[in-house]
């Protein structure tokens, strides 16, 4: 008995499109043409032919049967009927889920968004492919652009995703060895599903038409500034005034950058050495795109949101309050950023005391053995419930009673 078509279709050795059995030939939904722009009646041909679905076994979801493939099940068909979305042709799968975004036609204001960021990746010297399959991710980003440093992948995000979604495809891309930004048009109140990626929020505009038109587009979440402060200043972040390197309430009298929305700190930022689009009294997405291909603007992860900062401060604010690069670009959200140690070892530890805590070998220091962690530091409170503390409030009278032990050993000895 002969194999049917669908077995002899080997999902790994297609892109992510959609399989068209009787010309056995792969379409790209997001493509001009589908991907095939010498054979223009194709969208007429696979509407005709009909049925579709698993009756007509007609239309293969590749991406469904690779992750098949890529988890070890058994091989199976997907089948998918084509129908006209709102927004135009898409492909639905008769197995009830629902559409892949790869498969499902662009709204007209992420071709907007993503021309945009095509275009000013063009005029900065970027080298910009659209939609480009990405074999080492097994992805193919909104937009490419390959720079004299980095390789940049540009995702618009339009309708809202689950993070978990979001996350997968930061860390496919980031495999690739691509820098990925996110880019959309959501309200910063409603974007937490990228605050995990590295993500840029412009206003939504009435026409899509405008965001090709307009000069500026200022960036309404997902960058930020710095200002220099000393210790004590009202930190953005953490909403106290704590010092950001032993988060102590009391200031070590020493200055450090803090998160600003002052104008004059983000006017003062370049996109590069020769800047095709400046900053003005807010950031705004060229010069942030510019600034990203060329690597003068990198991501940094504070908490659980990720947020694009000035290279010039990337290496300070890291060394104050942690966090790497990779962490920034990792696409998850682990529970801690420090090392797996105890809260009063991480706040009064050795090391940072000793870096950051003014001197004071005038006063009296704690042994460390009561307040655990505080062992050369300044006495503290609960240094009179230490008995080794000179604060310790039986003192006096614990000496008397060692004293008195002391005379009892030596007549007894005698």
């Known amino acids: 008995m002969s194999r049917r078509v669908w077995e002899q279709v080997d999902p790994l050795a297609f892109n992510d499109g959609v399989l068209y059995l009787p010309a056995m030939i792969e379409l790209q939904p997001r493509l001009m043409l589908w991907g095939h722009p010498n054979q223009p009646g194709l969208r007429e041909r696979i509407a005709n032919d009909r049925p579709h679905g698993t009756s007509g076994e007609k239309l293969l979801c590749l991406l469904c049967m690779r992750h098949q493939s890529q988890r070890g099940l058994p091989r199976a068909p997907v089948w998918l009927t084509f129908v006209e979305g709102q927004h135009g042709p898409m492909f639905r799968h008769e197995n009830g889920r629902s559409p892949h975004a790869e498969h499902q036609p662009e709204t007209d204001t992420h071709k907007a968004l993503k021309e945009r960021k095509a275009r000013t990746w063009e005029s900065v010297g970027g080298t910009v492919e659209i939609e480009v399959w990405r074999p080492r991710a097994r992805r193919r980003p909104d937009v490419l652009a390959v720079g004299p440093v980095l390789t940049v992948a540009g995702e618009v995000q339009h309708s809202k995703e689950t993070p978990r979604t979001i996350r997968a495809r930061q860390r496919a891309l980031r495999k690739a060895g691509d820098r990925v930004v996110w880019t959309t048009d959501r309200g910063a109140d409603d974007i937490a599903f990228l605050h995990p990626v590295p993500h840029l929020s412009v206003p939504a505009l009435d026409d899509h038409r405008m965001y090709l038109s307009e000069t500026r587009l200022e960036i309404g979440a997902g960058a930020i500034t710095f200002e220099t402060q000393r210790c004590g ?159 310790y409030y039986r003192r006096h009278e614990l000496e008397r009673e060692q004293a008195g032990t002391h005379l009892d050993r030596g007549v007894a000895r005698s």
């Open 233 to 391: 200043w009202a930190d953005l972040w953490t909403g106290t005034t704590r010092c950001p390197v032993t988060r102590r309430t009391r200031p070590c009298g020493r200055l450090h950058l803090y998160p600003t929305l002052n104008p004059h700190s983000y006017s003062r930022q370049k996109a590069a050495t020769t800047a095709m689009f400046p900053c003005g009294p807010r950031p705004h997405l060229d010069h942030l795109l510019e600034g990203i291909l060329h690597g003068t603007w990198l991501p940094y992860r504070y908490r659980d949101r990720v947020s694009w900062i000035p290279a010039d401060a990337h290496a300070t604010v890291t060394a104050e309050r942690g966090g790497t690069l990779d962490l920034a670009e990792a696409g998850s959200i682990p529970r801690h950023d420090g090392p797996a140690d105890r809260t009063c070892e991480r706040r009064y530890g050795a090391v940072i005391t000793q870096a950051e805590v003014p001197d004071m070998e005038t006063l009296p220091l704690c042994c460390g053995q009561r307040p655990p962690g505080r062992i050369g530091q300044p006495l503290v409170l609960a240094c009179q419930l230490c008995s080794h503390s000179p604060t």
